[in-house]
């Protein structure tokens, strides 16, 4: 995981440093556990409800 | 000169100051006597700024002695977190890459606070970007919470609530993400009030995660939290996410009778894996509460079982999107802690946050729901008591636990749903204190202020401050 990690931010340009990887891949595996509390069934009804200002903001 | 007047709240000066019974330079000059006493010790200052302070007290008492008042905050000093910017002025958000910084405007706070004759002495240090939660500045020193120095002051606004705590500023301002007004307000026994999203304009203020971020005040009392809520609260067309709702008289309203009030527990989430002192404290709040009259009613809120996941997924990858450039380019020039942070957010997917913010939908509907139960709902701010500076994981009952994970818990869904939150102290214990939270209906501060009002009567600290004397 530590890899596929490595090569996916040097793809965007940004330099791991050789400590960060380890920890990384665990802080990844942390956030995995995490998707698995996401039931998405349980999503579908709600909209994201990002709003955005047609016409931009109120002068 | 008499530094004990730099101990008192806005309330108690401001009718001082109005009645020219102390002067905003005697007041400015205890200010500043104490940030010579404790400072060097604290580190709560990015920079002090002696000189145009005493200038601006000179100008507040001029205009003051020729009956030119301008109100609770005419002649009150004031120093803010280094992420808001003032026109001219440097402005670091604790970083190394803005060090050179000069903002070319005010932030609206700012020029709220202006506006009013608010006497500005300096900027306080912060975590780096306001992208954490311990103030452990790698750029700036370490800040240490004035209760007990070897102990963080929380973050990232840990330079406000120190500052406040030690008496180096009469109140300040920060910024909350994940829980950054209420985190150093708990850890460090002062008043944090985190307002309704939307409720106080960020304009000028460096974004951490757009729809997360918050301004709100730090403050010794609730009346000065109300106060300058309802100073710098209001619609500003120069935030896009601001809303245009009424504000109220705060402290004005002020009422601390809870006859007859509903307070929501939500236990499984709140309650669950806390410090048993600091559930020992939050629990004798209630009971208090009960006693005057106030009752307790549980609540469920399931998705809160999913709030560290959108917390986590949204504000990394806001971040990561406001410091991309600056990690491709010059990632040395953060702090490791960050830049890791930053790393991790440029590994979220766009799936992650897209179910984060259906996440957020569902927990406004919950919390909605629960709203038309209850009143306010309460918690401990915090599960933990202050940790020592350094450490990366917190003991919680003998359980060795991610201080990340954990020090935003019970702060982060206030973000999440963008609710008003504040944090009082409720006690002390083991020489540190003790924070509660009280959550409201949106754009309702004046029921969490009225809960804290309540509280705060009930002088659950005993008097119990920082102790000051053996900080030199």
């Known amino acids: ?59 | 000169m008499n530094r004990e007047l730099a101990a008192q709240s806005i309330g108690e000066l401001a009718p001082k100051l109005r009645d020219k019974q102390v002067s905003p330079v005697e007041l400015t000059q205890a200010v500043l006597a104490n940030i010579d006493a404790y400072n060097g010790e604290i580190n709560a200052f990015i920079r002090v700024q002696k000189e145009q302070a005493l200038e601006s007290a000179r100008q507040a008492e001029q205009e003051i002695q020729s009956g030119n008042y301008r109100g609770f905050l005419h002649g009150i000093p004031m120093a803010l977190k280094d992420i808001l910017y003032f026109k001219d002025e440097p402005a670091t958000m604790g970083s190394k890459i803005h060090e050179e910084f000069i903002a070319d405007f005010d932030a609206t706070v700012v020029s709220k606070l202006k506006l009013s004759g608010v006497t500005f002495h300096g900027k306080l240090n912060m975590h780096e970007y306001a992208w954490g939660a311990t103030t452990t500045n790698p750029h700036y020193g370490a800040c240490k919470n004035p209760w007990d120095l070897s102990k963080i002051p929380g973050g990232s606004s840990g330079g406000s609530g120190a500052a406040v705590a030690a008496n180096m500023t009469i109140a300040s301002l920060g910024t909350d993400t994940g829980g950054s007004i209420r985190i150093p307000a708990s850890s460090c026994g002062i008043i944090g009030l985190k307002p309704t999203h939307g409720r106080i304009s960020k304009y000028g203020c460096f974004p951490l995660s757009w729809s997360l971020d918050h301004i709100g005040p730090m403050t010794k009392t609730v009346f000065d939290a109300a106060l300058l809520l309802e100073v710098l609260g209001g619609y500003d067309p120069k935030d896009p996410t601001s809303v245009d709702r009424p504000t109220q008289n705060y402290s004005g309203g002020l009422n601390e009778d809870v006859k007859g009030l509903v307070i929501g527990i939500e236990e499984s989430y709140f309650f669950k894996n806390v410090d048993t002192r600091v559930n020992e404290a939050v629990q004798n709040a209630l009971r208090q509460l009960e006693k005057l009259g106030a009752r307790i009613e549980p609540v469920r809120i399931p998705s809160l079982a999913q709030a560290e996941f959108a917390e986590l997924v949204t504000i990394t990858t806001e971040a990561s999107a406001i410091h991309h450039d600056n990690l491709v380019k010059q990632p040395e020039k953060f702090g490791e802690d960050v830049r890791f942070l930053l790393e991790v957010g440029e590994l979220m997917s766009g799936v992650d946050y897209v179910q984060s913010q259906q996440i957020r939908r569902k927990l406004d509907l919950e919390f909605a729901a629960a709203f038309e139960k209850v009143d306010v709902l309460i918690s401990p701010t915090l599960p933990f008591l202050s940790p020592p500076i350094g450490d990366s994981i917190v003991d919680i009952n003998g359980q060795a636990l991610s201080f990340l994970d954990e020090v935003i818990r019970f702060t982060g869904p206030g973000n999440l749903t963008g609710l008003p939150a504040l944090s009082i102290p409720c006690g002390v214990r083991d020489g540190m204190p003790v924070g509660l939270q009280i959550m409201g209906p949106a754009f309702q501060e004046e029921k969490v202020l009225n809960v804290a009002y309540a509280l705060e009567k009930l002088e659950l600290m005993k008097g119990q401050k920082a102790d000051l004397t053996v900080i030199r």
């Open chain 1, 1 to 59: 995981m530590a890899q596929g990690i490595h090569r996916i931010l040097e793809e965007r340009g940004i330099q791991v440093p050789e400590a960060h990887q380890e920890m990384l891949a665990q802080q990844m595996e942390a956030v995995q556990q995490l998707r698995n509390t996401v039931d998405n069934s349980q999503l579908k009804d709600f909209d994201m409800a990002l709003t955005h200002v047609p016409g931009g903001e109120r002068p």
